[in-house]
């Protein structure tokens, strides 16, 4: 912290800026955010959650793993749900900060693919599809 006076921020070009972007990057749960938080006021903390958006909010490796299992736990509910002849809802992702939610993207099969689809599911052979035609033998390449 000596550098801070020191002309040209000393040997480590230690700035005013740089020591507060350090600070602001800090991870939620580091000991300086926690005494920051724990030395505020209610009428602080009333005015900073009214104006706070938690989607934007900062997570730490930790909860990004924990969103991740519940996610997954959610997944494994719904497979054994369908799987025992229920008709469970699609599970929703935990929205995460900074991460938008993904729209339906898949595009609908036509009428003709959904019937060679179920064609083929069920034993039949695709016609005059790429699928029947031989497999196309690459020329030799010449060594240099």
Do not use: C
């Amino acid at each position: 912290m000596r550098d801070l006076w020191r002309p040209g921020g000393g040997e480590a070009k230690l700035t005013w800026r740089l020591v507060g972007n350090l600070i602001r990057h800090l991870p939620p749960e580091s000991a300086f955010k926690t005494a920051m938080r724990n030395k505020m006021s209610s009428s602080e903390i009333e005015r900073a959650s009214k104006s706070a958006d938690p989607s934007q909010g900062q997570w730490s490796h930790l909860e990004m793993l924990v969103a991740a299992q519940s996610d997954t736990l959610r997944w494994i509910a719904y497979i054994l749900a369908a799987a025992n002849g229920g008709k469970p809802k699609k599970p929703e992702p935990t929205p995460r900060p900074g991460v938008k939610v993904k729209g339906k993207t898949r595009r609908q099969l036509t009428p003709q693919q959904q019937e060679a689809v179920w064609a083929r599911i069920n034993g039949g052979t695709l016609a005059g599809t790429w699928q029947n035609s031989p497999p196309v033998k690459a020329a030799p390449q010449a060594r240099p």
